[in-house]
């Protein structure tokens, strides 16, 4: 495949360490960008086939920055895996509760059920969620 890693600015010299250390499982490419939530993200388009969001559902202010960016990146047929711990300390469950309840606006979601997981990495506490964006219903 060819991947696009991101994260915020100050983190990608730890993307570039991790590409690095790992180059010798890549056989497509991977490159590392910058990408801040709710911008502009015309240079990631073409739409990706897939987007992996990776532990991203914990802070309130971010959630509708990351609802826009997910709207702009996704076309039709990208699908978005979403894993995420599901916590139960402080304002967690809020923000997942608002999160899932802001995405399915745009989005069809499906729990990936744990016996579909990975044996060897599943985990009750970690959630799996397939996400398409919804198809647009034309005149009739």
């Known amino acids: 495949a060819n991947v696009t890693v991101t994260d915020?600015?100050?983190?990608?010299?730890?993307?570039?360490?991790?590409?690095?250390n790992n180059k010798h499982l890549v056989t497509g490419s991977v490159r590392a960008k910058v990408l801040k939530w709710g911008e502009d993200?015309?240079?990631?388009?073409?739409?990706?086939d897939y987007i992996l969001l990776a532990d991203c559902i914990y802070y309130e202010e971010s959630l509708e920055p990351l609802l826009k960016?997910?709207?702009d990146l996704t076309g039709p047929d990208t699908c978005v895996l979403c894993c995420y711990?599901?916590?139960t300390m402080g304002k967690n469950?809020?923000?997942?509760?608002?999160y899932f309840?802001?995405?399915?606006?745009?989005?069809?979601?499906?729990e990936i059920p744990l016996e579909r997981q990975d044996e060897e990495y599943r985990s009750e506490d970690i959630h799996i969620v397939s996400i398409r964006r919804k198809r647009a219903v034309g005149p009739r």
Do not use: G, Y
């Open 93 to 98: 469950p809020e923000i997942e509760r608002k």
């Open 69 to 71: 960016t997910l709207k």
């Open 41 to 48: 993200v015309t240079e990631f388009q073409p739409p990706p």
């Open 8 to 20: 915020l600015e100050e983190l990608q010299e730890l993307l570039m360490v991790n590409i690095e």
């Open 101 to 110: 309840e802001l995405l399915q606006r745009d989005f069809e979601l499906e």
């Open 85 to 87: 711990e599901q916590r």
